[in-house]
């Protein structure tokens, strides 16, 4: 069974400039959620989707916006990028939004801002 | 306002021996509590989770705890590998809300 891919791996950008993260879960999970990791920082929440709709959404400016589609890929965007962006991205599945289950997460993208 | 910790940024523990990892949160809400490890360059791997009706899990040599009274978790590794050195989370939710992340521990095993 295919794990979650999100790319692209690596992006590089300068200030202003805007970015497209992408992310597809695992076949079957409806579930998706970013995070942002800066070093020595835990996971911070972005935002959280089912069924195309956004669930939850952490204290992040609104140059962060995401997307699902109704295969349950989702995409993220950065817009009017900062330095402070530069971080790694992750994208996590799960079954759902309720009960106890396990999101399941990709390698990221490292998104470095020049 | 952080609302789960992990006090202790890095472990290091002889291979062999017990690894135990803490975690202290502050919202008794909480009900479902998780750990994750990340080795560099990849994305966190789920480890092993609890429900708050329970005080304790098992899975091989991973064990977590949970002290509801003392608002603590913590992951017992029995024995320590080598491939266990990673950084270890963990997570906790409320119902259908968003998990909330502590800022992780570096555990080291030494040979």
């Known amino acids: 069974k295919a794990g979650v891919t999100q790319t692209p791996r690596y992006l590089i950008k300068t200030r202003g400039q805007q970015v497209t993260l992408s992310c597809s879960p695992i076949?079957?999970?409806?579930?998706v959620s970013w995070y942002q990791q800066t070093p020595g920082q835990g996971l911070q929440f972005l935002f959280e989707?089912?069924?195309?709709?956004?669930?939850n959404k952490g204290n992040f400016p609104g140059r962060f916006s995401g997307r699902q589609f109704s295969n349950s890929r989702s995409e993220m965007n950065v817009s009017t990028l900062e330095l402070g962006d530069s971080a790694l991205y992750l994208c996590?599945?799960?079954?759902?939004?309720?009960?106890?289950?396990?999101?399941?997460f990709g390698d990221g993208t490292r998104l470095s801002i020049l | 306002d952080q609302q789960v910790k992990q006090n202790s940024p890095s472990l290091s523990v002889q291979e062999g021996r017990i690894s135990i990892l803490n975690c202290d949160y502050t919202n008794s809400m909480f009900d479902y509590f998780l750990w994750y490890k990340k080795y560099p360059a990849e994305g966190p791997t789920f480890l092993i989770s609890i429900s708050s009706i329970k005080d304790k899990n098992e899975d091989g040599r991973f064990t977590v705890f949970l002290n509801k009274s003392a608002k603590h978790l913590s992951l017992h590794i029995v024995p320590s590998q080598p491939g266990d050195s990673a950084v270890y989370f963990c997570?906790?939710?409320?119902?259908?809300?968003?998990?909330?992340w502590g800022a992780g521990t570096k555990l080291i095993i030494k040979p």
């Open positions: 997570a906790a939710k409320k119902g259908n809300y968003q998990l909330i």
């Open positions: 076949s079957g999970h409806r579930s």
């Open positions: 996590a599945s799960s079954l759902g939004v309720g009960g106890n289950q396990p999101q399941h």
């Open positions: 989707y089912f069924s195309e709709t956004q669930r």
